[in-house]
Structure formats: structure tokens, C-alpha cells
């Protein structure tokens, strides 16, 4: 075989419930995860060694060295099998990078299916995940896709049925947020505020709106407990939540650990609309639209 591609999708957390921290640094958590179609490509060739490249949007801002989730994922992999990892890794990004849309737990997702056919390793989806756990709490989201409760760390997930397809507007904004500084912050503000973590719960109005593709009420059911915390680190967001909500999206929160916005449109011509709108605005570096949910990763 000379080369295999992988199609992963970006995510964006419809619910995302933080409980209390965990000794071993990590919040239990209940997140709705929903798969969007904003991509990146990766292709895994032959190769004497391991090598990675990245190119496409802000490509300059992911780690290319052992840092890189992919070459991780594809190193622990191959260490799995017991083969060497001599495998070129080229990743084409489009899913924002350190932009709460687990780009980084894509790539590495689309790593473990490339390499596992490019090896004819054979792994199952089970044992893909579990490696895929190992590096990165949404790893194991991405390989399945879908929408899908998490727990635990948000790595043990259940798929949800959906009705139909929703439509979204993302506002990227420039640069990133770091996830665990992000995560420390929301610690700090519940410790000010002398809040009491239960633990978290799944919503049943998002899951019964998303049984019956009722996308008024998945809109005002969306939450995120990461979005104060989000918010604090990056004050500009606020703005931009509040300019999507008056030009009418449905919904509008915080995707994950941000900066990128989230905004639920009624229909592929209102997200159209919202995007263009939101651009007027000036409240973002830049639109994309996209819809959801979509298949993890795959083959191409
Ligand atoms: O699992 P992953 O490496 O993607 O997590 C990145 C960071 O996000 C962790 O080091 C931790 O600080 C934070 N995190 C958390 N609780 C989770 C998932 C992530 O605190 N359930």
C-alpha cells in the first residue's frame, strides 16, 4: 500500500458539564460532543522514519516535532503492533488550531486509522479508542463522530440519536486558548465565587430536542461551564456571543475551551446569512459554516 487518507471532523460541544477535579488532574464531565463538517485531511505514506508535515489554515502554529498529536498517535501505535514508525504523516488543517474544536484530537484520530491500514494492522474501533484515550480525552470522539455523550474524562461515550441536520456558523477568532489554562481558570472562578461542583448531569431537554430535530429548542438548550472561564481570559468573546444573538442565531456559546463561537442557525440560508453578518460585524477573524453531525473519522 502507497498511501492512505483520513477525512476527520471538528466538534463542538453542545452541553459541556465540568464536575469537581480529580486527583489525577482531569474534570469528570458529562459532554454532548456533535461532529461538524469542517475537516482536516490527513495522508500517512511509507516512510524511512517518522516525519510530519502540517499545511492549510494557521499550519505554522502546530507543533511539526514529537509534540505533534499525530506522530503520538502513530508512535503509540506502533509500538502497539510492534512495528517501526516509519510513516510521512502530511496533515492539511481547516479545523482551527487550539480553538476548542479538537483539531489536535482529530489529527491524532485520523493518524490511528491511516496508520492501522497502511500497517494492515486491523485494530477495532474499540481498541482504536482506547489508544486513542491514551492520548487525548477527544480522541475517541473523533474516530467516531456522530453526536455522542462523554463521560469519565469524556473519553466513555454513548451515541445520541438525531433527527435531521443543524446548521452552524463558527467565529474564529486569532489565536488560541490553551485547554488546561482554560480548565484552571474555571477552578479559580468557582473558587471565588464559592460554587458548589455537583456532579454533572446530561440535559434531557438537549437530548429530546436532538431526538426530535427541534433546533428553536436545542438552541436555547446549549451550555457550557467552560464559557465564564473562556470569557475571562478572552473579554472580546462576549461581544461577539451578543452580535450573533441579535442577528438571530438560535443559539450562541463558546465551543469547548473557545475562543471559537458557536451560533445555531435555522436553516443552510440563515447561516448563510448569519455568516456574512457576523463578518460585517467585524467580531471575528473569519466565518465558516458547517453542518452536523457528520461521520467520524474515515478512509477517502
Ligand atoms: O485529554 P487532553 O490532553 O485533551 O486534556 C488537555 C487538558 O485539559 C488536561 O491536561 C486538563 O488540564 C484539561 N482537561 C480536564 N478535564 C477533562 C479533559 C481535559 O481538566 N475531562
Redesign the pocket.
Known sequence: MTAVSVRVPAKVNLQLS?GP??DD?????V?VFHAVSLFDELTATPADDLFVRVEGTSAEEVPADDDNLAARAARLLAERIGVRPAVRLRIHKAIPVAGGM?G??ADAAAALVACDRLWGAGLTAAELAELGAA?????PFALLGGTAIGV????RLTPVPVDGRFHWVFALADGGLS??A???ECDRLRERHGEKVRPPEASDRLIDALATGDVKELGSALTNDLQPAALALRPSLRRTLTVGRELGALGALVSG?GPTCAFLAESDAHALDLAAALSDAGVARSTVRAYGPVPGAIVV
Open positions: 465540568v477535579l480529580r488532574g482531569y474534570h469528570d464531565l459532554s479538537a489536535g484530537s492520548i487525548g480525552s477527544d480522541v469519565g474524562r469524556g473519553e485547554t488546561p482554560v480548565y484552571a475551551s
